[in-house]
Protein backbone atom coordinates (compact mmCIF):
# COMPACT_ATOMS: atom_id res chain seq x y z
CA UNK A 1 0.00 0.00 0.00
CA UNK A 2 1.23 3.85 -1.01
CA UNK A 3 1.77 6.15 1.86
CA UNK A 4 -0.97 8.37 0.49
CA UNK A 5 -3.69 5.59 1.36
CA UNK A 6 -1.91 4.83 5.09
CA UNK A 7 -2.52 8.80 5.57
CA UNK A 8 -5.45 8.36 4.15
CA UNK A 9 -6.30 5.64 6.54
CA UNK A 10 -5.58 7.87 9.55
CA UNK A 11 -7.22 10.76 8.35
CA UNK A 12 -10.16 8.39 8.28
CA UNK A 13 -9.54 6.99 11.96
CA UNK A 14 -8.69 10.09 13.58
CA UNK A 15 -11.20 12.03 12.10
CA UNK A 16 -14.11 10.56 12.97
CA UNK A 17 -12.72 10.15 16.43
CA UNK A 18 -12.80 14.02 16.38
CA UNK A 19 -16.29 14.00 15.46
CA UNK A 20 -18.03 11.26 17.66
CA UNK A 21 -16.39 11.56 20.74
CA UNK A 22 -14.74 15.30 20.33
CA UNK A 23 -11.05 16.20 20.92
CA UNK A 24 -8.23 14.38 19.84
CA UNK A 25 -6.69 10.06 20.58
CA UNK A 26 -4.33 10.01 22.83
CA UNK A 27 -2.52 7.34 20.53
CA UNK A 28 -2.75 6.13 16.51
CA UNK A 29 -2.00 2.31 15.99
CA UNK A 30 -1.41 -0.35 13.58
CA UNK A 31 -0.91 -3.44 12.91
CA UNK A 32 -1.00 -5.25 9.44
CA UNK A 33 -2.72 -8.34 7.72
CA UNK A 34 -0.95 -11.16 7.06
CA UNK A 35 0.07 -13.64 4.10
CA UNK A 36 0.96 -16.76 3.89
CA UNK A 37 3.85 -18.10 1.20
CA UNK A 38 3.39 -21.78 2.16
CA UNK A 39 2.68 -24.17 5.20
CA UNK A 40 -1.43 -24.35 5.43
CA UNK A 41 -3.72 -26.04 7.90
CA UNK A 42 -0.32 -26.93 10.08
CA UNK A 43 0.22 -24.72 12.92
CA UNK A 44 -2.28 -26.64 14.55
CA UNK A 45 -0.32 -29.82 13.85
CA UNK A 46 2.69 -28.69 15.09
CA UNK A 47 4.39 -27.91 11.70
CA UNK A 48 6.44 -24.92 9.81
CA UNK A 49 4.78 -22.53 8.12
CA UNK A 50 5.91 -19.75 5.83
CA UNK A 51 3.77 -16.51 6.37
CA UNK A 52 4.85 -12.64 6.31
CA UNK A 53 2.47 -9.58 7.44
CA UNK A 54 1.37 -7.09 5.20
CA UNK A 55 1.50 -3.26 4.58
CA UNK A 56 -2.34 -3.22 4.85
CA UNK A 57 -3.77 -3.82 8.09
CA UNK A 58 -5.73 -2.27 10.75
CA UNK A 59 -5.78 1.25 12.60
CA UNK A 60 -6.98 2.64 15.64
CA UNK A 61 -7.43 6.17 17.18
CA UNK A 62 -7.93 5.89 20.47
CA UNK A 63 -8.32 8.04 23.98
CA UNK A 64 -8.83 6.84 27.07
CA UNK A 65 -11.68 7.48 29.56
CA UNK A 66 -11.66 8.45 32.95
CA UNK A 67 -14.35 6.04 33.60
CA UNK A 68 -14.79 2.05 33.09
CA UNK A 69 -16.43 2.50 30.59
CA UNK A 70 -15.84 1.38 26.32
CA UNK A 71 -17.20 2.81 23.27
CA UNK A 72 -16.17 1.21 20.24
CA UNK A 73 -16.71 1.85 16.42
CA UNK A 74 -15.79 0.44 12.90
CA UNK A 75 -15.76 2.35 10.22
CA UNK A 76 -15.47 -0.99 8.15
CA UNK A 77 -19.11 -1.71 9.96
CA UNK A 78 -20.75 1.92 10.17
CA UNK A 79 -23.80 0.60 10.19
CA UNK A 80 -23.51 -1.11 13.63
CA UNK A 81 -23.07 2.32 15.35
CA UNK A 82 -20.72 3.24 18.45
CA UNK A 83 -21.25 0.75 20.84
CA UNK A 84 -19.87 -1.90 23.26
CA UNK A 85 -21.19 -4.85 21.80
CA UNK A 86 -21.11 -4.89 18.14
CA UNK A 87 -20.57 -8.35 15.83
CA UNK A 88 -16.57 -7.46 15.85
CA UNK A 89 -16.20 -5.97 19.38
CA UNK A 90 -15.13 -9.67 20.56
CA UNK A 91 -12.06 -9.94 18.91
CA UNK A 92 -11.04 -6.74 20.79
CA UNK A 93 -12.54 -7.11 24.41
CA UNK A 94 -11.51 -10.68 24.21
CA UNK A 95 -8.13 -9.84 24.06
CA UNK A 96 -8.64 -7.23 27.21
CA UNK A 97 -10.00 -10.36 28.84
CA UNK A 98 -6.65 -12.45 28.43
CA UNK A 99 -4.90 -9.66 29.62
CA UNK A 100 -6.43 -9.07 32.58
CA UNK A 101 -6.29 -13.31 33.17
CA UNK A 102 -2.90 -12.88 33.03
CA UNK A 103 -2.64 -9.90 35.77
CA UNK A 104 -2.87 -7.27 33.64
CA UNK A 105 -5.94 -4.74 33.92
CA UNK A 106 -6.64 -1.71 32.40
CA UNK A 107 -7.58 0.70 34.60
CA UNK A 108 -10.24 2.94 32.68
CA UNK A 109 -12.20 2.07 30.14
CA UNK A 110 -11.17 3.66 25.99
CA UNK A 111 -12.98 5.40 23.26
CA UNK A 112 -11.76 3.55 19.93
CA UNK A 113 -12.60 4.57 16.52
CA UNK A 114 -11.04 1.60 14.29
CA UNK A 115 -10.82 1.31 10.33
CA UNK A 116 -8.56 -1.13 8.08
CA UNK A 117 -7.77 -1.58 4.69
CA UNK A 118 -8.25 -5.59 4.47
CA UNK A 119 -11.84 -6.58 3.63
CA UNK A 120 -13.06 -8.84 6.26
CA UNK A 121 -13.53 -12.62 5.13
CA UNK A 122 -11.14 -12.06 2.15
CA UNK A 123 -8.58 -14.42 3.99
CA UNK A 124 -6.25 -11.97 5.48
CA UNK A 125 -6.25 -12.31 8.92
CA UNK A 126 -8.30 -9.15 9.57
CA UNK A 127 -9.36 -10.51 12.71
CA UNK A 128 -5.88 -11.72 14.16
CA UNK A 129 -4.84 -7.64 12.93
CA UNK A 130 -7.72 -6.72 15.03
CA UNK A 131 -6.49 -8.54 18.03
CA UNK A 132 -2.69 -7.76 17.83
CA UNK A 133 -3.72 -4.36 17.07
CA UNK A 134 -5.61 -4.41 20.77
CA UNK A 135 -2.68 -6.30 22.14
CA UNK A 136 0.18 -3.13 21.17
CA UNK A 137 -2.61 -0.63 22.53
CA UNK A 138 -2.60 -2.59 26.16
CA UNK A 139 1.24 -2.52 26.01
CA UNK A 140 2.05 1.20 24.88
CA UNK A 141 -1.11 2.80 26.22
CA UNK A 142 -1.14 1.27 29.48
CA UNK A 143 2.18 0.32 30.10
CA UNK A 144 1.67 -3.22 29.90
CA UNK A 145 5.12 -5.32 29.47
CA UNK A 146 4.54 -7.72 26.98
CA UNK A 147 6.69 -9.06 23.95
CA UNK A 148 5.48 -9.52 20.54
CA UNK A 149 5.67 -13.11 20.77
CA UNK A 150 3.42 -12.87 23.94
CA UNK A 151 0.81 -10.18 21.76
CA UNK A 152 0.61 -13.35 19.35
CA UNK A 153 -0.03 -15.93 21.88
CA UNK A 154 -2.38 -13.54 24.00
CA UNK A 155 -4.30 -12.61 20.24
CA UNK A 156 -4.92 -16.39 19.38
CA UNK A 157 -6.10 -17.57 22.77
CA UNK A 158 -8.65 -14.35 22.66
CA UNK A 159 -10.02 -16.23 19.20
CA UNK A 160 -9.77 -19.40 20.52
CA UNK A 161 -11.99 -18.61 23.86
CA UNK A 162 -13.98 -15.81 23.01
CA UNK A 163 -14.50 -15.82 19.49
CA UNK A 164 -14.85 -20.37 19.08
CA UNK A 165 -12.19 -20.52 16.07
CA UNK A 166 -9.72 -23.25 17.28
CA UNK A 167 -7.15 -21.47 15.46
CA UNK A 168 -3.45 -21.64 15.52
CA UNK A 169 -0.64 -19.64 15.88
CA UNK A 170 0.35 -18.41 12.40
CA UNK A 171 -1.85 -15.41 11.74
CA UNK A 172 -1.55 -13.62 15.40
CA UNK A 173 2.50 -14.40 14.62
CA UNK A 174 2.61 -12.76 11.36
CA UNK A 175 0.78 -9.81 12.18
CA UNK A 176 3.37 -9.36 15.57
CA UNK A 177 6.17 -10.36 13.90
CA UNK A 178 6.39 -9.11 10.36
CA UNK A 179 9.27 -7.53 9.07
CA UNK A 180 9.16 -5.96 5.94
CA UNK A 181 10.80 -7.77 2.84
CA UNK A 182 10.83 -10.93 4.85
CA UNK A 183 8.65 -14.43 5.44
CA UNK A 184 8.92 -16.17 8.92
CA UNK A 185 9.77 -19.70 9.00
CA UNK A 186 7.64 -20.14 11.86
CA UNK A 187 8.01 -23.60 13.69
CA UNK A 188 4.65 -23.84 15.72
CA UNK A 189 5.60 -26.62 17.67
CA UNK A 190 8.75 -24.82 19.45
CA UNK A 191 7.42 -21.07 18.56
CA UNK A 192 10.18 -20.39 17.64
CA UNK A 193 10.94 -18.80 14.15
CA UNK A 194 13.86 -17.29 11.57
CA UNK A 195 13.29 -14.45 8.62
CA UNK A 196 13.51 -15.92 5.28
CA UNK A 197 13.83 -12.89 2.65
CA UNK A 198 11.17 -12.78 -0.33
CA UNK A 199 12.56 -12.58 -3.49
CA UNK A 200 11.38 -9.32 -4.91
CA UNK A 201 14.03 -8.80 -7.78
CA UNK A 202 11.31 -9.35 -10.82
CA UNK A 203 8.88 -10.82 -9.35
CA UNK A 204 5.49 -9.91 -7.79
CA UNK A 205 3.49 -11.29 -4.71
CA UNK A 206 0.23 -11.22 -5.87
CA UNK A 207 -3.30 -11.85 -3.82
CA UNK A 208 -6.45 -12.82 -5.53
CA UNK A 209 -10.15 -12.29 -3.86
CA UNK A 210 -12.33 -14.77 -5.12
CA UNK A 211 -15.17 -11.99 -3.96
CA UNK A 212 -16.68 -15.06 -2.30
CA UNK A 213 -18.02 -15.24 1.21
CA UNK A 214 -18.20 -18.49 2.82
CA UNK A 215 -20.08 -19.49 5.77
CA UNK A 216 -18.51 -23.38 6.32
CA UNK A 217 -15.41 -21.50 7.60
CA UNK A 218 -15.64 -21.74 11.59
CA UNK A 219 -17.39 -25.35 11.79
CA UNK A 220 -15.12 -27.27 9.37
CA UNK A 221 -11.91 -25.60 10.40
CA UNK A 222 -12.86 -26.86 13.41
CA UNK A 223 -13.99 -30.57 12.41
CA UNK A 224 -10.60 -30.62 10.54
CA UNK A 225 -8.55 -29.84 13.48
CA UNK A 226 -10.24 -32.97 15.28
CA UNK A 227 -9.95 -34.83 12.04
CA UNK A 228 -5.83 -34.46 12.88
CA UNK A 229 -6.36 -35.27 16.64
CA UNK A 230 -7.97 -38.82 16.18
CA UNK A 231 -5.35 -39.58 12.71
CA UNK A 232 -2.47 -38.34 15.35
CA UNK A 233 -4.29 -41.00 18.46
CA UNK A 234 -4.47 -43.74 15.85
CA UNK A 235 -0.59 -43.26 14.61
CA UNK A 236 -0.02 -43.26 18.08
CA UNK A 237 -1.48 -46.80 18.45
CA UNK A 238 -0.14 -48.22 15.25
CA UNK A 239 3.58 -47.25 16.37
CA UNK A 240 2.47 -48.54 20.15
CA UNK A 241 1.38 -51.80 18.17
CA UNK A 242 4.53 -51.84 16.13
CA UNK A 243 6.97 -51.88 19.03
CA UNK A 244 5.06 -54.53 20.69
CA UNK A 245 5.46 -56.90 17.63
CA UNK A 246 9.52 -55.84 17.72
CA UNK A 247 9.79 -56.79 21.14
CA UNK A 248 7.62 -60.16 20.98
CA UNK A 249 10.35 -61.18 17.86
CA UNK A 250 13.20 -60.29 19.72
CA UNK A 251 11.48 -62.60 22.73
CA UNK A 252 10.47 -65.44 20.34
CA UNK A 253 12.87 -65.05 17.32
CA UNK A 254 10.61 -68.12 15.56
CA UNK A 255 7.26 -67.27 15.42
CA UNK A 256 5.23 -70.30 14.87
CA UNK A 257 2.88 -68.39 12.23
CA UNK A 258 4.52 -65.62 10.63
CA UNK A 259 2.31 -62.78 8.92
CA UNK A 260 -0.87 -64.57 10.87
CA UNK A 261 -1.89 -63.10 14.28
CA UNK A 262 -3.95 -66.49 15.54
CA UNK A 263 -5.80 -64.47 18.19
CA UNK A 264 -7.49 -61.27 16.72
CA UNK A 265 -7.57 -58.86 19.60
CA UNK A 266 -9.13 -55.46 19.57
CA UNK A 267 -7.32 -52.06 19.15
CA UNK A 268 -5.29 -50.82 22.07
CA UNK A 269 -5.54 -54.33 24.24
CA UNK A 270 -2.19 -55.96 22.56
CA UNK A 271 -1.80 -59.24 24.42
CA UNK A 272 1.76 -58.75 24.72
CA UNK A 273 1.80 -55.78 26.02
CA UNK A 274 5.60 -54.02 25.72
CA UNK A 275 7.51 -54.24 28.71
CA UNK A 276 6.81 -51.55 31.18
CA UNK A 277 9.00 -48.47 31.76
CA UNK A 278 9.95 -48.37 28.01
CA UNK A 279 7.35 -46.91 26.97
CA UNK A 280 8.07 -45.22 23.04
CA UNK A 281 7.91 -41.32 23.43
CA UNK A 282 4.05 -40.53 21.94
CA UNK A 283 4.65 -38.54 18.31
CA UNK A 284 3.40 -35.26 19.67
CA UNK A 285 1.60 -34.40 16.97
CA UNK A 286 0.96 -35.21 13.12
CA UNK A 287 4.21 -32.97 11.84
CA UNK A 288 6.82 -34.70 14.11
CA UNK A 289 6.45 -37.70 11.50
CA UNK A 290 8.80 -37.36 8.42
CA UNK A 291 7.04 -38.51 5.16
CA UNK A 292 9.02 -41.96 5.08
CA UNK A 293 8.06 -42.59 9.17
CA UNK A 294 4.41 -41.49 8.23
CA UNK A 295 4.35 -44.00 5.30
CA UNK A 296 5.52 -47.07 7.54
CA UNK A 297 2.75 -45.91 9.91
CA UNK A 298 -0.15 -44.79 7.83
CA UNK A 299 -2.07 -47.95 7.68
CA UNK A 300 -2.43 -47.79 11.24
CA UNK A 301 -5.18 -44.76 10.17
CA UNK A 302 -8.77 -46.92 9.53
CA UNK A 303 -10.32 -44.33 7.95
CA UNK A 304 -9.33 -42.91 4.15
CA UNK A 305 -10.13 -39.77 4.98
CA UNK A 306 -8.01 -39.23 7.76
CA UNK A 307 -5.56 -40.67 6.35
CA UNK A 308 -5.51 -37.93 3.84
CA UNK A 309 -5.69 -35.50 6.02
CA UNK A 310 -2.64 -36.49 7.95
CA UNK A 311 -0.77 -37.30 4.67
CA UNK A 312 -1.84 -33.39 4.04
CA UNK A 313 -0.29 -32.02 7.21
CA UNK A 314 3.02 -34.16 6.88
CA UNK A 315 4.11 -33.90 3.30
CA UNK A 316 2.68 -29.79 3.82
CA UNK A 317 5.31 -29.63 6.11
CA UNK A 318 7.87 -31.21 4.03
CA UNK A 319 7.13 -28.48 1.30
CA UNK A 320 7.42 -25.97 3.72
CA UNK A 321 11.52 -27.37 4.71
CA UNK A 322 11.93 -27.63 1.02
CA UNK A 323 10.16 -23.58 0.51
CA UNK A 324 11.96 -21.94 3.02
CA UNK A 325 15.43 -23.89 1.29
CA UNK A 326 14.55 -22.52 -1.69
CA UNK A 327 13.94 -18.85 -0.39
CA UNK A 328 17.38 -18.92 1.36
CA UNK A 329 18.89 -20.30 -1.91
CA UNK A 330 17.98 -17.97 -4.29
CA UNK A 331 14.97 -20.35 -6.37
CA UNK A 332 11.75 -19.18 -6.92
CA UNK A 333 10.77 -21.89 -9.22
CA UNK A 334 10.96 -24.05 -6.80
CA UNK A 335 9.04 -22.19 -4.53
CA UNK A 336 6.50 -22.27 -7.38
CA UNK A 337 6.51 -25.73 -8.12
CA UNK A 338 6.11 -26.19 -4.45
CA UNK A 339 2.83 -23.81 -3.69
CA UNK A 340 1.12 -25.84 -6.96
CA UNK A 341 1.62 -28.97 -5.13
CA UNK A 342 -0.06 -27.33 -1.57
CA UNK A 343 -2.40 -26.37 -4.10
CA UNK A 344 -3.37 -29.87 -4.98
CA UNK A 345 -2.83 -31.41 -1.76
CA UNK A 346 -5.35 -28.74 0.19
CA UNK A 347 -7.91 -29.45 -2.89
CA UNK A 348 -7.83 -33.20 -2.90
CA UNK A 349 -6.26 -34.35 0.90
CA UNK A 350 -7.60 -31.83 3.37
CA UNK A 351 -10.43 -30.40 1.02
CA UNK A 352 -10.54 -26.98 2.16
CA UNK A 353 -10.64 -25.53 -1.38
CA UNK A 354 -13.94 -24.21 -3.15
CA UNK A 355 -14.58 -24.08 -7.05
CA UNK A 356 -13.93 -20.26 -7.00
CA UNK A 357 -10.52 -21.14 -5.22
CA UNK A 358 -10.11 -24.07 -7.57
CA UNK A 359 -10.74 -21.66 -10.55
CA UNK A 360 -8.34 -19.26 -9.67
CA UNK A 361 -5.52 -21.13 -8.94
CA UNK A 362 -5.42 -23.12 -12.13
CA UNK A 363 -6.30 -20.69 -14.45
CA UNK A 364 -2.54 -18.78 -12.86
CA UNK A 365 -0.75 -21.88 -12.84
CA UNK A 366 -1.70 -22.33 -16.92
CA UNK A 367 -0.27 -18.62 -18.18
CA UNK A 368 4.12 -18.71 -18.56
CA UNK A 369 5.83 -16.37 -16.07
CA UNK A 370 3.62 -17.39 -13.16
CA UNK A 371 5.49 -19.72 -10.76
CA UNK A 372 3.26 -20.67 -8.31
CA UNK A 373 -0.50 -20.66 -7.19
CA UNK A 374 -2.54 -21.41 -4.68
CA UNK A 375 -5.48 -20.80 -2.07
CA UNK A 376 -4.56 -19.41 0.92
CA UNK A 377 -5.35 -19.01 4.69
CA UNK A 378 -8.87 -21.60 5.95
CA UNK A 379 -10.17 -21.81 2.85
CA UNK A 380 -13.83 -22.08 1.32
CA UNK A 381 -13.22 -18.94 -0.03
CA UNK A 382 -10.72 -15.80 0.34
CA UNK A 383 -8.05 -15.41 -1.54
CA UNK A 384 -5.40 -17.04 -3.83
CA UNK A 385 -1.30 -16.22 -3.59
CA UNK A 386 0.65 -16.35 -6.60
CA UNK A 387 4.25 -16.07 -7.36
CA UNK A 388 4.26 -13.82 -10.48
CA UNK A 389 7.28 -12.57 -12.81
CA UNK A 390 6.47 -9.42 -13.98
CA UNK A 391 6.47 -9.76 -17.31
CA UNK A 392 3.74 -12.05 -17.05
CA UNK A 393 1.59 -9.20 -14.52
CA UNK A 394 -0.56 -8.15 -17.33
CA UNK A 395 -1.47 -12.04 -18.99
CA UNK A 396 -1.87 -12.40 -15.56
CA UNK A 397 -4.38 -9.80 -14.67
CA UNK A 398 -6.52 -10.44 -17.48
CA UNK A 399 -6.80 -14.42 -18.21
CA UNK A 400 -7.23 -15.08 -14.49
CA UNK A 401 -9.91 -12.42 -14.70
CA UNK A 402 -11.90 -13.20 -18.15
CA UNK A 403 -11.44 -17.01 -16.93
CA UNK A 404 -13.05 -16.40 -13.40
CA UNK A 405 -15.78 -14.20 -14.59
CA UNK A 406 -16.51 -16.62 -17.47
CA UNK A 407 -16.48 -19.62 -14.77
CA UNK A 408 -18.41 -18.01 -11.96
CA UNK A 409 -20.45 -15.15 -12.80
CA UNK A 410 -18.72 -12.46 -10.62
CA UNK A 411 -15.43 -10.70 -10.80
CA UNK A 412 -12.38 -11.67 -8.44
CA UNK A 413 -9.86 -8.77 -7.45
CA UNK A 414 -6.59 -8.74 -7.96
CA UNK A 415 -3.88 -6.79 -5.52
CA UNK A 416 -0.02 -6.70 -6.13
CA UNK A 417 1.09 -6.91 -2.16
CA UNK A 418 4.45 -6.14 -0.36
CA UNK A 419 5.79 -7.67 3.06
CA UNK A 420 5.10 -5.50 5.73
CA UNK A 421 6.20 -4.65 9.33
CA UNK A 422 4.76 -5.54 12.40
CA UNK A 423 2.60 -3.51 14.56
CA UNK A 424 3.54 0.37 15.29
CA UNK A 425 2.02 3.45 17.77
CA UNK A 426 2.20 5.96 14.61
CA UNK A 427 1.62 8.84 17.33
C1 LIG B 1 -6.69 -19.70 9.60
C2 LIG B 1 -6.19 -19.88 11.04
C3 LIG B 1 -4.69 -20.16 11.07
C4 LIG B 1 -4.32 -21.29 10.10
C5 LIG B 1 -4.95 -21.07 8.73
C6 LIG B 1 -4.75 -22.24 7.81
O1 LIG B 1 -6.15 -18.55 9.03
O2 LIG B 1 -6.45 -18.72 11.81
O3 LIG B 1 -4.28 -20.46 12.39
O4 LIG B 1 -4.66 -22.54 10.63
O5 LIG B 1 -6.34 -20.83 8.81
O6 LIG B 1 -3.41 -22.44 7.56
Known amino acids: MSNASRQTMIDAVTGEFRRLYGGEPDGLFFAPGRANLIGEHIDYNGGHVLPCALTRGTYAAVRKRADQNFQFYSLNFPEEGPGTDQSWTSYMTGVMQV ?7 MDTGM ?30 LYGFSVSGEDIALYGQEAEQKYVGVECGIMDQFACAMGREGYAIDLDTAAVTFEYVPIPTDGISLILTD ?11 YNRRRQECEEALRQLNEAALKQLN ?16 DPEPHSPGHDPEPHTPGHDPEPIPCLCALS ?3 FEELSNGIDDPVLRRRAAHAVYENERVRLAAEALRGGDPETMGRL ?37 MGGGFGGCTISLVRDEALESFKKIVAEEYRRETGI ?10 GGPVRIR
Do not use: W
Open 291 to 293: PER
Open 210 to 220: TNKKHDLRTSE
Open 339 to 375: MNESHQSLRDNYEVSCFELDVLAEAAQAIPGVLGSRM
Open 111 to 140: DVVIGGDIPAGAGLSSSASLEVLTGTILKE
Open 245 to 260: AAAARERDPEPHNPGH
Open 99 to 105: FAKAGMS
Open 411 to 420: DCTVHACRSG
